[in-house]
């Protein structure tokens, strides 16, 4: 089946500095990734569409300047979260689909805790 | 609008016996439907969905859902349920109106109790 690697999983780091999460679709290419933010016992927050080889579409309310997506190649999304700060601490989940299978369901990465001290 | 709602926050179950997880929807057009999986600290995992067909769809680890267009609901079911199946569910449908996006019921905690 087609799956997603995000790395890392976990992450600590100090305020101020930035952080990057990486999504790769191990088996399959995807044109679109979608990054997730997801607070405890609470559902998942779509924060941006990550486009191959375009600008990410952010969803209202999210800082593109905080958060910036590269979405390089077919196989690989990144986002980094720039001067971080304790409230940034979260859980952060990629997505992708099979832009070569109709209707695809998403395929989750693992997601990355990220403690900001 | 488009909307999914999971109206349970939490599911209980005792192991062995059958288990509901509900969703209702409300969409323009025919909807694409779907149930994920969440683990503790991991993403999600694709469970089945619901495009078009046979109203009961089956999916991975024995869970079947029925898509009853008149009732606009998705409920997710599964004969007899197993401890290891405690987890977070949530049920999704697809955005006719934004290509590909999902969106999300709030999610339903299942716990299945020995």
């Known amino acids: 089946g087609a799956v997603v690697s995000q790395h890392p999983s976990r992450v600590i780091c100090k305020s101020g500095t930035s952080v990057k999460i990486e999504c790769r679709s191990l088996?399959?290419?995807?044109?679109?990734m979608f990054w997730y933010r997801q607070f405890p016992k609470q559902s998942l927050m779509l924060m941006a569409t990550s486009n191959e080889g375009s600008k990410a579409t952010y969803e209202q309310g999210v800082e593109k300047d905080k958060f910036l997506i590269n979405h390089a190649s077919l196989t690989l999304s990144t986002l980094t979260v720039t001067s971080a700060h304790p409230e940034d601490s979260s859980f952060y989940i990629c997505?992708?689909?099979?832009?070569?299978?109709?209707?695809?369901?998403?395929?989750f990465g693992n997601g990355t805790r990220l403690t900001v001290t | 609008a488009q909307s999914v709602a999971q109206p349970e926050d939490q599911v209980n179950v005792a192991e062995g016996n059958p288990l509901t997880v509900k969703c209702t929807y409300s969409v323009s057009g025919n909807p694409y439907l779907f149930w994920y999986v969440q683990y503790p600290n991991r993403g999600l995992q694709f469970l089945l969905k619901?495009?078009?067909?046979d109203n009961l769809v089956k999916g991975s680890y024995g869970f079947e859902a029925e898509f009853n267009k008149s009732q606009t609901s998705f409920h997710l079911k599964k004969p007899s349920a197993l401890v290891s199946d405690s987890a977070l569910y949530f049920c999704?449908?697809?955005?006719?109106?934004?290509?590909?996006?999902?969106?999300w019921g709030a999610g339903t905690k299942l716990i299945i109790k020995p």
């Open positions: 997505s992708a689909r099979d832009h070569e299978v109709s209707v695809s369901p998403l395929h």
């Open positions: 999704a449908v697809r955005d006719p109106d934004s290509n590909y996006q999902l969106i």
């Open positions: 619901y495009i078009t067909g």
């Open positions: 088996d399959f290419q995807a044109t679109t």
